[in-house]
């Protein structure tokens, strides 16, 4: 079915993209996720725009606790050495976020085929962001379609420094990499609203850069 502008609800998709924030506390721990649920916010992941790789994205859902838990480990490890490589403290919803990472109803991974490269050379940029501009969108969508159930999550792509160990647990194939992990679960009390950000006219340049909207 096709719609028209007129058939969209646009105050309630703006209010969805403008309070689609990362949700890491103040999650229903103890309340499974709804199966259909996950897999209709996923073929609504799949509708979105595509590159160079096509449809390459694959979703795992992981709901088993030990993986879970394995899982949670790694996560907890890597953010601590980022946390102290960066010399900056966790806050408290990261804190908050890893003392009950291993109890969240589902981690979502978005994983892709590896980019292919000449033996011996890496991506270039415009590669790269070629590449994962044609991945991204989907685990985006997701997380608005997520939202828009009421079901919190927050974007991490902190497994995807540790991607043998993440490959070994979810069982991926060779040949497959994880991008983005969504930890998720459905709300409860959290308060979604728009956050202070700049407006537009502060952050857009019109023709050349430094030159602003009329």
């Excluded at 999550?153 to 647990?169: G, K, Y």
């Excluded at 930890?183 to 850069?209: C, H, N, S």
Aim: glycine fraction near 6%.
């Amino acid at each position: 079915m096709t719609l028209s502008p007129s058939d969209l609800h646009l105050p309630s998709v703006d209010w969805v993209l403008s309070t689609a924030r990362s949700i890491r506390r103040n999650l229903d721990f103890e309340r499974p996720l709804d199966m259909q649920e996950l897999l209709d916010c996923i073929d609504i992941a799949a509708q979105a725009p595509t590159g160079t790789i096509g449809e390459g994205w694959r979703f795992v859902i992981v709901m088993d606790p030990e993986p879970k838990a394995r899982l949670a480990k790694i996560y907890t490890e890597v953010l601590n050495e980022f946390s102290s490589m960066r010399g900056v403290p966790l806050k408290s919803s990261h804190q908050a976020l890893i003392s009950r990472l291993h109890d969240i109803p589902a981690m979502i991974f978005v994983c892709a085929a590896a980019p292919a490269t000449a033996p011996g050379s890496e991506m270039t940029l415009g590669q790269q962001i070629g590449y994962y501009g044609s991945t991204l969108p989907a685990a985006w969508s997701l997380m608005l379609a997520l939202r828009a159930r009421h079901i919190g999550s927050t974007w991490t792509s902190l497994l995807a420094s540790r991607q043998e160990e993440v490959a070994e647990i979810l069982g991926m194939p060779e040949g497959t990499i994880n991008l983005v992990m969504l930890p998720a679960g459905y709300m409860k009390g959290a308060v979604l609203k728009k956050a202070e950000r700049q407006p537009a006219r502060q952050i857009t340049f019109v023709d050349a850069w430094g030159q602003p909207p009329e």
